[in-house]
């Protein structure tokens, strides 16, 4: 039961650059949402999930872009990556019958140069 | 408008002294949950404790305690007897029942605990 991962942990790229920040769950849980951390702004929600085919947008979703085909999946891509995109990653889940607790992935790790 | 206001960005305590970390919220819901996670220097985060809006008792979790005054709109983490392994982000949380079920975070409280 390896609960909430992510991949990659750590990642570099140029500005202009793509990629795909992976979230998986094997809790069923049917939220799922994505969060980056910077200095002195504490998390802020970028896109969430409540239920696989079923997005929107949270806090600050410019620049992101996200799809839930699945309950297990939740992944979140960058089109063309921007050095005000560089923070850490936190993907998230959790469901009405976990109660309260919200379960976090270990964070990815991003600098866009 | 925040929703979650940490006002305290650092706080500092004497080891096995009494520590309390504040947040006010800003709700129009009737029903919402109230949550303190801990991120040490390692980055992952950790879930502390919880207190429902119509939870008539503060939650307590060991040496935490939640200070739940609803009138207010604030819930104060209270850490008693505090130790070198508290130190860390504290982050205070909210979820709305009439909105996404998402939880909505403050800045964070950085507490450094002093042998």
């Known amino acids: 039961n390896a609960g909430v991962t992510q991949t990659p942990k750590f990642q570099v790229l140029k500005t202009g650059q793509s990629m795909t920040l992976q979230c998986a769950q094997d809790m069923n849980h049917e939220y799922m949402s994505w969060y980056r951390q910077d200095p002195g702004m504490g998390l802020r929600l970028i896109h969430y999930?409540?239920?696989?085919?079923?997005?929107d947008q949270g806090e600050v979703p410019n620049g992101y872009n996200v799809s839930r085909s699945t309950t297990e999946d939740f992944p979140l891509r960058l089109l063309s990556a921007a050095p005000s995109q560089t923070s850490v990653y936190f993907c998230a889940t959790s469901s009405l019958t976990s109660g309260e607790t919200q379960y976090f992935g270990p964070g990815t790790r991003l600098l866009v140069l | 408008a925040q929703k979650i206001t940490q006002t305290q960005p650092g706080m500092f305590v004497q080891e096995k002294e009494a520590v309390t970390l504040d947040c006010t919220y800003d709700t129009s819901d009737q029903s919402y949950g109230l949550f303190w996670y801990k991120q040490p220097s390692s980055g992952e985060m950790i879930f502390l404790i919880y207190q429902g809006s119509y939870d008539e008792q503060n939650a307590t979790e060991g040496r935490y305690s939640l200070n739940f005054q609803k009138a207010r709109k604030s819930a104060n983490l209270v850490i008693s007897a505090s130790q070198l392994g508290d130190s860390a982000m504290y982050f205070c949380?909210?979820?709305?029942?009439?909105?996404?079920?998402?939880?909505?975070f403050g800045r964070g409280t950085s507490l450094i605990v002093h042998p």
């Open positions: 949380a909210m979820r709305e029942w009439g909105g996404s079920y998402i939880p909505t």
């Open positions: 999930s409540v239920g696989a085919g079923i997005t």
